[in-house]
Structure formats: structure tokens, C-alpha cells
């Protein structure tokens, strides 16, 4: 039956760090927490990897230690992929079963978040430079194609019959020329 017993915030935070532990987590225990403008002691953070937990308790009247403001900071930060965060309430009484199925919840979200980050990174990274010609180089190949263009143009070739147009033609002037306004000269 002691898989029932309630727990206190000392066999919480015990059993909640050995949990995290167990899942590659480098837990510090009671550090002081000082981001997003908010400062209080948390029961147990990995830096590194930016996870962590706190148990809010009268046992040690920490309830005061966050506000509901900070609280909602700290949840922002969360929901924006900046940290991961498991702040637990002694409201109601948890049995050492609800607070494993609590954590491995929390510790799978947690993890999926971060593949889910990585996932993005990698779609966001260039692939090869190679691949993908520079500005440079899609301007050279444009200019390759106009040059080739112009050199595989059709001359103009005599025409069968003379006429005005076939003089225009041979002199290099246009027999109609066009203004600025687009009429007819």
C-alpha cells in the first residue's frame, strides 16, 4: 500500500529527480532560478538542457515564492520552446502512482518538443551551397542564355521582292518609326 501513501514535497522531489535522472537529465537540486525577470529556488533544473521541476508547498511556504504573474511569464517562455517546466501544486494530495504517470506525461512532451525544435532547425539549415546557385551565379547563367540567344537568332535575309521594307532592312533604319507617345511618324 505505500505505492498509495501521499507524498510530502521532500519524497516528491526524491522520487521526481531520479525520474528525470532516469530519462538524461542532469538535476540540480533547490538552485536559484533567475530568467524572464523571475527569482525563486526550484526543487530541481537541468541548465543545459533547460527542464525542470517544482513542487509548490506550504511544508515550505514556497507558494509565495511564485506569483500567478510569474507563473504565467514562466509558462510563456514554455509554450514559446524556451524551457520545459513542471510546477506542481500541493492542492490536492498526490500518491507516488500519480505523480510517475504525471512526470513520464511531462517527460514525453518535453522530449517530443525538443525533436520537434531540432526537427524545424534542420528543415530551416540550407542544405549545400552547391545545390543552390548564388545570385551571382544565377545571374551569369541568365546572361549565358541571353548571349546564346542573340547568337542563334535568324539574320534577316534578303527579301524576295525590293521594296521599302527591304531598303530599311539593308540601311539598318526602321521604315516605320515609332515616337514616345507610340503613334506613327
Request: proline share 4%.
Amino acid at each position: 500500500m505505500a505505492e498509495f501513501d501521499l507524498l510530502s514535497e521532500t519524497k516528491a522531489c526524491d522520487l521526481l529527480a531520479r525520474l528525470f535522472r532516469a530519462r538524461g537529465y542532469t538535476i540540480v537540486r533547490n538552485i536559484e532560478f533567475r530568467e524572464y525577470g523571475v527569482s525563486f529556488h526550484i526543487d530541481g533544473w537541468d541548465a543545459k538542457a533547460r527542464v525542470g521541476f517544482e513542487f509548490l508547498s506550504s511544508e515550505d511556504e514556497d507558494h509565495d515564492d511564485l506569483t500567478l504573474r510569474e507563473y504565467q511569464t514562466l509558462m510563456a517562455a514554455q509554450q514559446r520552446g524556451e524551457l520545459a517546466l513542471m510546477i506542481l501544486d500541493e492542492v490536492e494530495p498526490l500518491s507516488v502512482a500519480d505523480l510517475k504517470v504525471m512526470a513520464d506525461e511531462f517527460l514525453d512532451e518535453a522530449a517530443a518538443a525538443v525533436a520537434a525544435q531540432k526537427a524545424s532547425r534542420r528543415r530551416a539549415t540550407p542544405k549545400s551551397a552547391a545545390k543552390k546557385p548564388s545570385a551571382k551565379a544565377a545571374g551569369k547563367t541568365r546572361e549565358t542564355k541571353v548571349a546564346a540567344a542573340k547568337t542563334t537568332a535568324k539574320k534577316p535575309g534578303k527579301p524576295k521582292q525590293p521594296g521599302t521594307k527591304a531598303v530599311a532592312r539593308r540601311t539598318g533604319k526602321p521604315a516605320v518609326a515609332k515616337g514616345r507617345s507610340g503613334r506613327t511618324r
